[in-house]
């Protein structure tokens, strides 16, 4: 790749795309030395008005177990252990209310961050590993919870190792109630009653299916069998301690081998198979929450994990189809390092495969990843996520709204078709023009549905813009020099023809745009 290349390819691949100065910092720097900072991003200062927006959102404080205190479905009377839920419509109608207010933080945080951030690499990695672990917002109580995972099982384990990234997910109420692992019990055991009275699967195949193994990484109908019964017991605190809280520790927190965390995580021994097992292979001796510690220690440490996590990586990062040697090379440096993420990423980006010509603007934008690179080119300062949110949601990416636990591709064939692309069109010209109201105050729009899609989303923008006054669009000179100034001869000559108010639009929308 032509070194004059390097500094746009890495922004485009460790970021979301450039914002003003980023590719003049990137060759100040030097690529290396920017990539090494990405790799590193604790040291790199955030601004503190991006700390501030933040850390104005309470929830994102909260435990899942205060979540649920705070914003799960309403109880009769005092909330206790013993309590059932209040089915007044009244009561109901204004939980969900309130309880909007919990997603739409979790998206605010991510969103925001993505825009401004300089720690570009970490933002990117927590999407892909959230992607990666998905855990659909729409399930139950996931919605509670769906914020919380990404800050505590999914945010800060993105640079680190990948068996404490799978421990802490494998851990977190959001995942355990998202495929169901809190009512996986032993059948024969005391604690089996009622919705926990048997064996649930759905956790222990996808555990080996999409978060370590892969779909051919040799374990069978068997091995799940095996990790389901070892994971029997693992679940949610499932009742509040009522004041005084003596019944309660002798009923969860006393019973020999019981372990409660404060973010809602307990093993129940009563609920656990404690037999021998045999996973991959391996025996497991019965001895309650360990066997599923030991069981993740032997998936994390796996070549066939190796392999699994190093293919999504590099087709993340390099091409839709990555090259057989340089998956061989990212699995070796993951066996070699016990699964540390950083250096494995040094090694994917210090690949003369990721610096090959071919890798250059190879890969087709996500929805996601089209709307904050097109945000973050502008320079337009962020308030107001939801322009963002309608949009993704109406090209079929809305945030946290995956229903299936293999996340969304990221591949071109998953999102390249006519309808689509009419719809990035149509956010390309509003932004290019103006009129999205990204500096409003997000409470501005608090009677919307955060689930509207994107051809709502641009009927309210164009209300707005008949009331509001209209912030300035950006300049296409400075925003084509943003983005490099490499576009082909006949997206410049349409650039050049074209009204002064619509050229910021026609470089939002050409192809040079939707690819990175």
């Known amino acids: 790749m032509p070194l004059e290349l390097r500094p746009l390819h890495a922004l485009n691949r460790l970021a979301f795309g450039p914002a003003p100065g980023d590719v003049e910092t990137a060759n100040r720097l030097g690529v290396e030395r920017w990539i090494a900072q990405q790799l590193n991003p604790h040291g790199l200062p955030e601004s503190p008005e991006l700390e501030e927006q933040i850390g104005a959102l309470e929830t994102l404080r909260m435990t899942p177990v205060e979540l649920f205190l705070q ?63 998905n855990v659909f917002a729409g399930k139950g109580l996931c919605y509670l919870w769906v914020g919380a995972y990404e800050e505590e099982a999914i945010r800060p384990h993105v640079m ?80 509040r301690p009522p004041l005084g809280g003596g019944g309660f520790r002798r009923r969860f927190g006393e019973q020999p081998g019981a372990v409660r965390t404060p973010d809602g995580f307990f093993f129940d021994p ?22 599923g510690e030991r069981a993740l220690d032997l998936l994390a440490r796996h070549p066939a994990t190796a392999r699994h996590l190093s293919t999504q990586l590099a087709q993340y990062f390099v091409a839709d189809n990555p090259p057989a040697p340089l998956i061989d090379r990212i699995a070796r440096s993951y066996l070699a390092n016990d699964g540390d993420l950083r250096v494995v990423l040094e090694t994917l980006f210090a690949s003369p495969e990721f610096w090959d010509s071919r ?25 107001n996520v939801r322009p963002l949110m309608n949009t993704m949601a109406g090209l079929g990416m809305p ?4 229903q299936t ?52 989303g641009m009927r309210r923008v164009a209300m707005v813009d008949r009331v509001e006054n209209k912030p300035a669009p950006p300049d296409p000179v400075a925003l084509a020099m943003t983005l490099g100034d490499r576009f082909s001869p006949r997206t410049q000559a349409a650039v050049e023809s074209a009204p002064t108010g619509l050229r910021a639009p026609l470089l939002l929308g050409s192809p040079e745009f939707m690819m990175r």
């Open 270 to 291: 009563s609920r656990h198979d404690f037999s021998d097992k045999s996973l991959l292979g391996e025996s497991i001796r019965g001895g309650g929450i360990n066997e």
């Open 160 to 239: 680190g190792r990948f068996r404490d990234l799978l421990g802490a997910t494998a851990k977190h109420p959001a995942m355990l109630f998202y495929l169901d692992n809190w009512q996986n019990t032993a059948p024969d055991s005391p604690g089996a009653r009622g919705k926990l009275e048997g064996i649930n699967e759905n956790y222990a195949r996808e555990l080996m299916e999409l978060h370590t193994l892969g779909v051919n990484g040799g374990y069978s109908q068997a091995d799940v069998i095996a990790l389901a019964h070892i994971l029997t017991g693992w679940g949610i605190v499932r009742r």
């Open 71 to 133: 914003y799960g479905p309403p109880m009769g009377g005092r909330r206790g252990p013993n309590q059932k839920p209040n089915r007044d419509p009244e009561a109901q109608k204004q939980a969900r209310q309130q309880a909007r207010i919990v997603v739409e933080q979790a998206i605010r945080a991510r969103l925001m961050r993505a825009v401004r951030s300089p720690r570009q690499l970490q933002e990117v990695m927590t999407a892909f590993w959230f992607n990666h672990f």
């Open 399 to 402: 945030l946290f709204g995956c």
């Open 359 to 383: 890798s250059y603007a190879a890969k087709f934008k996500t929805p996601y990843e089209f709307a904050i690179s097109a945000v973050r080119a502008t320079g337009t300062p962020v308030r």
């Open 405 to 456: 636990p293999d996340g969304y591709k990221n591949t071109q064939e998953a999102w390249l078709n006519p309808d689509a692309m009419m719809l990035r069109l149509a956010f390309a010209t509003a932004l290019g023009a103006g009129r999205l109201p990204l500096n409003r105050p997000f409470s501005d729009f608090a009677d919307e549905p955060a689930g509207e899609g994107a051809g709502g």
